[in-house]
């Protein structure tokens, strides 16, 4: 066996000494998790300087960090993510985080305890949409989907607001369960990005505008868990993984 292949079982070895116990939210227990890799940190840093396209990638290349480090079989929600990370950083990198010269103590940040329905059905005439917080794995589709539609042409020709409306499109279309009218219902579990944002475009803007408020009352729940006494609020954003 070579020196290189050496090497590396005994890294592999050291990683699985280094297993973290983190608490999940969707399934309210701890699950086991491998230690970030240097690969990953820099997955991670590259999305820094890619500028609109980094922003979309990253919330991927997180949701991807969630399911390979991961060693249990867990249909991972979005709102597991940033906790994760958050306890990984801490095990990584340490507990303190300096934000505007002053430095925090990330064991003083808890779970929001106030009940949240993370389901929820909304109505307009004939049209009934259910919606709930989205699965990890379905956040990656649509958000990959998202960046392959950005990644064609030339950013930098799009106007602001068409860009802007794009990428809020992609993300209500992560929050619908299912579309009902007239006792035809089409589940956005088994049709394609595309066809999601079909249907989303042809909705009533009430209905849309019923969606968004329920994503905006979902961060502001989740935001509470990343907000320090003083109300300083956490970014899990490219450089949280290393920012002393």
């Known amino acids: 066996m070579s020196e290189i292949s050496n090497i590396l079982k005994e890294l592999q070895a050291v990683e699985e000494d280094s297993v973290i116990d983190v608490f999940v939210p969707s399934v309210d227990r701890l699950a086991k998790f491998k230690p970030l890799s240097v690969k990953q940190h820099h997955e991670v840093l590259k999305c820094g300087i ?3 396209l980094g922003s979309i990638k990253l919330s991927t290349i997180f949701n991807k960090i969630i399911i390979d480090n991961s060693l249990e079989s867990i ?24 934000i505007k010269e002053h430095t925090y103590n990330l064991n003083n940040l ?41 990644s064609k042409g030339n950013l930098e020709d799009r106007l602001v607001s068409e860009t802007i409306s794009s990428m809020l499109s992609y993300e209500v ?71 002393a």
């Open 110 to 150: 808890s779970r929001n305890k106030e009940s949240f329905e993370y389901k929820e059905e909304i109505s307009y005439k004939d049209i009934f949409v259910q919606l709930t917080v989205p699965k990890i794995k379905q956040d990656i589709e649509i958000s990959e989907a998202c960046y392959k539609d950005f």
């Open 75 to 98: 249909d991972f929600t979005v709102y597991d993510t940033e906790w994760i990370l958050l306890k990984l950083r801490m095990a990584n990198v340490g507990e303190n985080i300096t």
């Open 173 to 243: 279309i992560k929050f619908i369960k299912t579309v009902t009218v007239n006792n035809l219902t089409v589940n956005f579990d088994i049709i394609t990005t595309s066809d999601k944002r079909k249907v989303l475009e042809n909705l009533p803007l009430s209905i849309n505008n019923m969606i968004t408020n329920f994503i905006t009352k979902y961060r502001d729940h989740e935001q509470v868990s990343y907000t320090f006494e003083d109300g300083t609020s956490l970014s899990i954003d490219g450089d949280f993984l290393t920012r």
């Open 50 to 52: 890619d500028g609109v």
